[in-house]
């Protein structure tokens, strides 16, 4: 099975199974003498665990990377980094029942039609826990760009028909690290908890759209034709389980508008040039040009209410069933 890795000079192998033992990762490319801070890779991978929320799935899992090469006395060696992240909270004997169950959104029909078997335990490989491996990874990355001054803050615009008024130019990370649905604005995030209480006492669910800030990137970044930054950033993002949408700059919304109201021409600031409006988010035709990157990925709801699915054997259509379709 190829198509584990992603990155080339800074390069993450994934490996593992939602109900196998453990999940994890090696990332090769990170330069020595990084000093780790273990508290910030803790609370990257608490932001992520599930179970912090009803609005969460209901796993519980520590999500501590247990680092086995690559570190010593807490720096980087330059060597592969390698670590496992236990599956504690894995029960497979749950999902015996669907065995022979091609589960709504999932990718049970698809295996079988690739590899002629299918990991009926969660996904397997395919489930949404492989990302814990990314944020480990990522934790790792960020505190490699901060020693050049590149910042990341991610934050949730929108849940479902609740939406931020106005994109914050600078969203606060504790206010967003505060908060369950990691929105950066307290009301709307009372709004989005309301919609999602609603949806839940109905059985239902909802999508949902997710903001990534990236400020102090230097000009030149990327390659030119299939490796520009925006194509290397829109698989990653397309490659997270439920992703439907990837947008930068303006995205969508730039086909409606006028050449004239888009473009983005330099102005000087002090001694540096910058774009004067930032529509492209500073994603020009080749590579990134030093400022702001702004992109968001859009995921879309699970129904729990109306799944069906369908048997193996027979094409045998279920009725509904809410179980089959949670992550």
């Not at 589960?103 to 814990?132: C, I, L, N, Q």
């Not at 950066?184 to 999602?196: G, H, I, K, R, V």
């Not at 390659?223 to 930054?229: A, C, K, M, N, Q």
């Amino acid at each position: 099975m190829a198509g584990n890795i992603f990155g080339q000079l800074f390069r993450l192998t994934s490996f593992g199974e939602s109900h196998g033992p453990y999940i994890g990762g090696v990332l090769d490319g990170m330069p020595s003498g990084v000093v780790i801070d273990y508290d910030v890779l803790r609370q990257e991978m608490e932001r992520r665990r599930p179970g912090m929320s009803e609005f969460q799935s209901p796993r519980a899992e520590a999500d501590i990377p247990e680092f086995i090469s690559g570190l010593f006395n807490g720096m980087t060696t330059g060597a592969p980094i390698a670590f496992l992240i236990p599956n504690t909270g894995q029960q497979p004997a749950d999902y015996k029942h669907l065995e022979g169950v091609y589960r709504p959104s999932h990718a049970g029909y698809v295996w079988d039609a690739k590899f002629g078997f299918h990991d009926y335990r969660g996904g397997g490989r395919s489930s949404a826990r492989e990302t814990a491996v990314r944020v480990a990874a990522g934790a790792l990355a960020r505190q490699l760009l901060r020693m050049y001054g590149i910042t990341i803050t991610g934050f949730t615009s929108r849940i479902g028909t609740v939406s931020l008024s106005v994109l914050p130019e600078n969203p606060d990370p504790e206010v967003i690290n505060k908060s369950l649905l990691r929105c950066p604005d307290p009301q709307t995030e009372t709004e989005m908890n309301a919609l999602l209480s609603r949806l839940r006492k109905e059985g239902d669910s909802t999508g949902g759209i997710v903001h990534c800030r990236i400020t102090g990137v230097p000009a030149g970044i990327g390659e030119p034709v299939f490796d520009r930054l925006q194509a290397d950033l829109a698989k990653a993002m397309m490659s997270i389980n439920a992703a439907k949408g990837f947008e930068y700059g303006e995205g969508f919304v730039a086909a409606s508008r006028k050449g004239s109201e888009h473009n983005d021409p330099y102005t000087r600031s002090g001694s540096k040039l910058k774009p004067a409006t930032n529509h492209e988010k500073s994603v020009s035709m080749l590579h990134l040009n030093r400022f702001l990157l702004s992109k968001k990925c859009r995921t879309p709801p699970i129904n729990l209410e109306n799944c069906r699915s369908s048997s193996l054997a027979d094409g045998t259509t279920f009725a509904s069933y809410p179980e089959l379709c949670r992550w």
